[in-house]
Every structure is written in C-alpha cells, then in structure tokens.
C-alpha cells in the first residue's frame, strides 16, 4: 500500500468520521470543515489527482460524482453544494489521493479563493 493518509483511513489504520464506504468509494468528515457540510469522496484506488487519471479511471471518477449526487440528496441539501477537487500544490491540493470536497450548509462565494 502507498504511504498515504486516505489509503490507510480506507484501510481504518487512521480513524475517520465514515458515512459511506463500499469496496469501490469511502465518504468521510473533513477534519478541519470549511462549511457546515464538508465532506471528503475518495476512490478506494490509489489515484494521486486528476491528472494522473487514466481514461480506464472513467467509470470511477463518473460514479464518485454520482455518490455526490447520493449524499447530497441524503443530507437534504436542497439549496445547493459544491463539489471541489484541487489537482496540485498551486490549487491547493495537499493530500496526494485524489478527493472532492462535498460541500454545502453556507452561502459559497464565486469565484473561490
Ligand atoms: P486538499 O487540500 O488536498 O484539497 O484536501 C485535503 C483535505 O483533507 C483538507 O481539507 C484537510 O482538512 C483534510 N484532511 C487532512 N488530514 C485529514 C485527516 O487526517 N482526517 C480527515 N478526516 N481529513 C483530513
Ligand atoms: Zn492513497
């Protein structure tokens, strides 16, 4: 297994807030939430960003939207989320196993930071 903090929460070697795991996709709680809402969708495949996602990926990335679609309907987020990825030191992207951030419960200001 790659030395890598979402690999080891799938593996439950580091503790998380879960509130969606299968053996393809894991949702957990941002530990350090930016809205209300904020949750992290993670493939249970080691991919480091997007740019390192291979066309045989499209299924995976195409479904972890579909699981946004999912919790965002569960969580009753009726007035709206954003779902964020950050691919790269310069966007912000500090864990390298690729995430969307599921976020939602305050107004969100376009354009981002
Ligand atoms: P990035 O900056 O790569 O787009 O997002 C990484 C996210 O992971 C950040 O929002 C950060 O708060 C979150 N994070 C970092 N370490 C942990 C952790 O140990 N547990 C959880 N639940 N989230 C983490
Ligand atoms: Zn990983």
Redesign the pocket.
Known sequence: MPDC?FCK?VAGE?P??KVFENDDFVA?????P?APT?L?LIPTKHIPGLSSAEDADAAILGRLQLLARDLAKQGGLSDGFRL???NGRGA????DHI?Y?LLAGRRLMWPPG
């Open positions: 903090l929460i580091v998380a807030k957990f709680k941002d530990i350090n930016q904020h992290l964020v990825t950050n912000g992207q500090t864990v995430h951030h």
